[in-house]
């Protein structure tokens, strides 16, 4: 794959105005509080109005989604602007222009929500969907009765529709893999393999990762002629502020001490995260009897229960939500002040995708890591990773007591090891990694896709 390295703007210089947006969206922006392009944004937007393919590599937080919507946006109002000819006639059906393909629900109803906000001061009526699995097909097979100008989706969702003729893909002009990292690695190649198969051959392609693996830069070969490539990945993670403490606490401790916490802080919210399911009930459950507001928020539980928490915490109704990695992407609260690690994450990429829930939108904001005698050096993994180090504290009544490892430790081999990685997700290849290549070097795809 070939294409320009594209030199980002200085978003500081340049506004909205610059990037190529009409009025209305520009209207749109200021009605959201949004004076200057991120990083991400000043380069994408021009570069998807000009009509090219786009690889783009920004972490979380860094403004993606506005990225991709505005120049999507702009293109359809000037279809529209174009005259009745560009245009589904009175009673036709819309035809579908941009579709965006998202990996799980909660990012696609994010991206829906920027669409909606983005969309309020257009001259031209938009029609959009956001559909996914988990709820009923019906209610959206209603919806996109009329066509849509855009779709958000799922993939397995998807094809859903397609199969129930609720939807046909013949007018896409754009098409959006977000999250294109969490698209593959959630197993969705053949779905994405079907969805191709159905559009127009020649489109657009905006293709947003956090990573470049192997598996991304695959399909940006595949997929994208002479893209501008952008990658605001070190710009994403510095501008953030947080400040990050880990905790020095036994593990029967950390719930105590996360009430203590959450009382002594000041805290007005609190986004927990934990290693399981389970814990994550566990958790909410407890400090539901202290007389905290708190809910679960894991896949467990149903689209309706897990839109209903997360309204109810954006509304501040909930003081605390308990959650798996599931909202280590695509949650976006407003202002939210801090994040705790319950439990630590698999991988350094998950830690810097779960602390970027907070500090977003020029706000600050503290990430906390409990540590302990068993996962010190799982942390230390994750700060060289990041290239910092966490001083480490302990809070009086909370102390550590265990000093040494209750697990066994792995030995480091340094033939196969060199860097001291261990077992760290995401630096060693893992069990279905190897399967998935040994399968596409059969012909397979190594892997059963996951339901949308």
Request: aromatic residues 2%; hydrophobic residues 40%; glycine residues 8%.
């Given at each position: 794959?070939?294409?320009?390295?594209?030199?980002?703007?200085?978003?500081?210089?340049?506004?909205?105005?610059?990037?190529?947006?009409?009025?209305?969206?520009?209207?749109?922006?200021?009605?959201?509080?949004?004076?200057?392009p991120?990083?991400v944004?000043?380069?994408?937007?021009?570069?998807?109005?000009?009509?090219?393919?786009?690889?783009?590599?920004?972490?979380?937080?860094?403004?993606?989604?506005?990225?991709?919507?505005?120049?999507?946006?702009?293109?359809?109002?000037d279809?529209?602007?174009?005259?009745?000819?560009?245009?589904?006639?009175?009673?036709?059906?819309?035809?579908?222009?941009?579709?965006?393909?998202?990996?799980?629900?909660?990012?696609?109803?994010?991206?829906?929500?920027?669409?909606?906000?983005?969309?309020?001061?257009?001259?031209?009526?938009?029609?959009w969907?956001?559909v996914?699995?988990?709820?009923?097909?019906?209610?959206?097979?209603?919806?996109?009765?009329?066509g849509?100008d855009?779709?958000?989706?799922?993939p397995?969702?998807?094809?859903?529709?397609?199969?129930h003729?609720?939807?046909?893909?013949?007018g896409?002009?754009?098409l959006?893999l977000?999250?294109?990292?969490?698209?593959?690695?959630?197993?969705?190649?053949?779905?994405?393999?079907r969805?191709?198969?159905?559009?127009?051959?020649?489109?657009?392609h905006?293709?947003?990762?956090?990573?470049?693996?192997?598996?991304?830069?695959?399909?940006?070969?595949?997929?994208?002629?002479?893209?501008?490539?952008?990658?605001?990945?070190?710009?994403?993670?510095?501008?953030?502020?947080?400040h990050?403490?880990?905790?020095?606490?036994?593990?029967?401790?950390?719930?105590?001490?996360?009430?203590?916490?959450?009382?002594?802080?000041?805290?007005?919210?609190?986004?927990?995260?934990?290693?399981?399911?389970?814990?994550?009930?566990?958790?909410?459950l407890?400090?539901?009897?202290?007389?905290?507001?708190?809910?679960?928020?894991?896949?467990?539980?149903?689209?309706?229960?897990?839109?209903?928490?997360?309204?109810?915490?954006?509304?501040?109704?909930?003081?605390?939500?308990?959650?798996?990695?599931?909202?280590?992407?695509?949650?976006?609260v407003?202002?939210?002040?801090?994040?705790?690690?319950?439990?630590?994450?698999?991988?350094?990429?998950d830690?810097?995708?779960r602390?970027?829930?907070?500090?977003?939108?020029?706000?600050?904001?503290?990430?906390?890591?409990?540590?302990?005698?068993?996962?010190?050096?799982?942390?230390?993994?994750?700060?060289?990773?990041?290239?910092?180090?966490?001083?480490?504290?302990?809070?009086?009544?909370?102390?550590?007591?265990?000093?040494?490892?209750?697990?066994?430790?792995?030995?480091?081999?340094?033939?196969?090891?060199?860097?001291?990685?261990?077992?760290?997700?995401?630096?060693?290849?893992?069990?279905?990694?190897?399967?998935?290549?040994?399968?596409?070097?059969?012909g397979?795809?190594?892997?059963?896709?996951?339901?949308?």
């Amino acid at each position: 794959m070939s294409g320009p390295d594209h030199a980002v703007p200085d978003p500081v210089s340049a506004g909205f105005a610059e990037l190529g947006l009409g009025p209305g969206l520009q209207q749109s922006v200021d009605e959201l509080g949004l004076s200057t392009p991120t990083p991400v944004q000043a380069a994408a937007i021009p570069a998807a109005l000009a009509g090219g393919d786009v690889l783009a590599l920004a972490q979380t937080g860094s403004g993606k989604t506005l990225a991709f919507v505005l120049p999507i946006l702009q293109q359809i109002e000037d279809a529209h602007r174009r005259g009745p000819a560009s245009r589904a006639g009175a009673g036709a059906r819309r035809p579908t222009r941009a579709l965006v393909l998202a990996p799980t629900r909660e990012l696609a109803l994010q991206i829906g929500e920027a669409i909606r906000d983005a969309s309020a001061c257009l001259n031209a009526p938009l029609r959009w969907g956001c559909v996914f699995g988990g709820v009923s097909i019906n209610a959206q097979m209603m919806g996109l009765r009329g066509g849509a100008d855009v779709v958000v989706a799922t993939p397995g969702r998807l094809l859903d529709l397609i199969d129930h003729n609720a939807l046909s893909l013949d007018g896409v002009q754009t098409l959006v893999l977000d999250e294109a990292d969490r698209l593959l690695d959630k197993g969705f190649e053949d779905e994405l393999k079907r969805v191709l198969a159905l559009l127009p051959a020649r489109r657009q392609h905006l293709l947003f990762s956090a990573t470049l693996a192997p598996e991304v830069e695959a399909l940006a070969e595949q997929l994208l002629h002479d893209p501008t490539r952008i990658d605001v990945r070190a710009e994403a993670v510095s501008v953030p502020d947080i400040h990050q403490r880990a905790i020095q606490v036994d593990a029967a401790q950390r719930t105590p001490l996360l009430r203590h916490l959450i009382q002594t802080e000041g805290w007005r919210q609190v986004l927990v995260f934990v290693a399981t399911r389970h814990a994550c009930d566990m958790v909410a459950l407890k400090l539901q009897r202290h007389g905290i507001r708190a809910a679960a928020f894991h896949a467990d539980a149903s689209q309706t229960a897990r839109r209903e928490v997360l309204q109810a915490f954006k509304a501040g109704e909930l003081q605390v939500v308990v959650a798996t990695d599931l909202a280590a992407r695509g949650l976006h609260v407003e202002a939210l002040p801090a994040v705790v690690n319950h439990d630590l994450p698999r991988s350094p990429d998950d830690h810097l995708h779960r602390i970027g829930r907070t500090a977003r939108a020029g706000h600050s904001g503290v990430a906390v890591s409990f540590v302990n005698a068993d996962n010190e050096a799982h942390f230390r993994l994750i700060e060289k990773r990041q290239g910092l180090r966490v001083p480490r504290e302990q809070v009086p009544g909370f102390e550590m007591k265990q000093t040494a490892p209750t697990k066994p430790q792995p030995l480091r081999n340094p033939l196969t090891d060199p860097d001291g990685t261990g077992g760290i997700k995401g630096k060693r290849k893992s069990k279905k990694d190897k399967l998935r290549e040994a399968a596409a070097a059969g012909g397979g795809t190594g892997s059963d896709p996951h339901a949308a």
